[in-house]
Nanobody, 124 residues
């Protein structure tokens, strides 16, 4: 599976962006997909994840109520809608995919495939 994240950009605080993760590979629809982010000088952190069946989602506390993850398996795409953005949301956002059960989602090392990242910058 190859992943490509895009949709980042510069936005003012309170604004919105929509990130996309496009995947190649026929088995993509069977994978859990997660979004992570890494701010300068900080460790990579979990943002959100969605199960292959679309029935389960999980979010970091810091983004609950502001970010929404969704997927379209027919289009091999996972979206992350970012609303009410804050300067502390500034980071490079990565999408990642993995098989297995829908647990331990916050652990980056459990993901097998990673996209290249897209930069989100939120100005105050």
């Amino acid at each position: 599976v190859q992943l490509q994240a895009f949709g980042g950009g510069l936005v003012q605080a309170g604004g919105s962006l929509r990130l996309s993760c496009a995947a190649s590979g026929r088995t993509f629809s069977s994978y859990t997909v997660g979004w992570f982010r890494q701010a300068p000088g900080k460790e990579r952190e979990f943002v959100a994840a969605i199960s292959w069946s679309v029935t389960d989602t999980d979010y970091a506390d810091s983004v609950k109520g502001r970010f929404t993850i969704s997927r379209d398996n027919a289009e091999n795409t996972v979206l992350l809608q970012l609303n009410s953005l804050k300067p502390e949301d500034t980071a490079v956002y990565y999408c990642a995919a993995r098989g297995g059960r829908f647990n331990l989602l916050q652990l980056a090392q459990t993901y097998d495939y990673w996209g290249q990242g897209t930069l989100v910058t939120v100005s105050s």
